[in-house]
C-alpha cells in the first residue's frame, strides 16, 4: 500500500466546483471524509473494488461524485454547486479489509484509525 495524500483542495465561491485526487494503490475501501475544528468528522463518499455500492452522506448527494481510476491509482471526488457549509478539511482515507461493505461506510468512517487516511486538502467556500 502507499500513502494517502491529497490535492486538489482551493479557495471557491459558493456554486463553484472542485475535484479532489488522492493517489491510491493496494487498498479495498476507501473514500472521503471531511473536518472542521470542533465538530465530527463527516464521513462524506465511499466505494469499494469488491463491492457495487458507492456511498454519499446526505449533504452532498447529487453534488459529490467519488470515482476510481485503477490505471492512474487515483481516488477523485468531484464537488460541484459548493456552498460554504462544504468548507472543511477533506480526508482521503482507505482500508486494506472489506470491513465497509460489512458495517457500512457511516460505521466505517467512525472507526477509522489515524494512519488510515492523508493529511488532507483544504476546502474553502466563500459566499
Known amino acids: 500500500v502507499v500513502p494517502l495524500v491529497e490535492s486538489g483542495g482551493g479557495s471557491v465561491q459558493t456554486g463553484g466546483s472542485l475535484t479532489l485526487s488522492c493517489g491510491i494503490s493496494?487498498?479495498?475501501?476507501m473514500g472521503w471524509f471531511r473536518q472542521v475544528p470542533g465538530k465530527e468528522r463527516e464521513g462524506v463518499a465511499g466505494?469499494?473494488?469488491?463491492?457495487?455500492?458507492?456511498y454519499y452522506a446526505d449533504s452532498v448527494k447529487g453534488r459529490f461524485t467519488i470515482s476510481l481510476d485503477n490505471a492512474k491509482h487515483t481516488l477523485y471526488l468531484r464537488m460541484n454547486n459548493l456552498s460554504p457549509e462544504d468548507t472543511a478539511m477533506y480526508h482521503c482515507?482507505?482500508?486494506?479489509?472489506?470491513?465497509?461493505?460489512?458495517?457500512?461506510?457511516?460505521?466505517?468512517?467512525?472507526?477509522?484509525?489515524?494512519?488510515?487516511w492523508g493529511p488532507g486538502t483544504q476546502v474553502t467556500v466563500s459566499s
Open positions: 482515507a482507505a482500508d486494506t479489509t472489506e470491513v465497509c461493505q460489512w458495517i457500512g461506510y457511516g460505521p466505517w468512517f467512525d472507526q477509522l484509525h489515524g494512519n488510515s
Open positions: 466505494l469499494s473494488t469488491t463491492g457495487q455500492k458507492v
Open positions: 493496494g487498498y479495498i475501501c
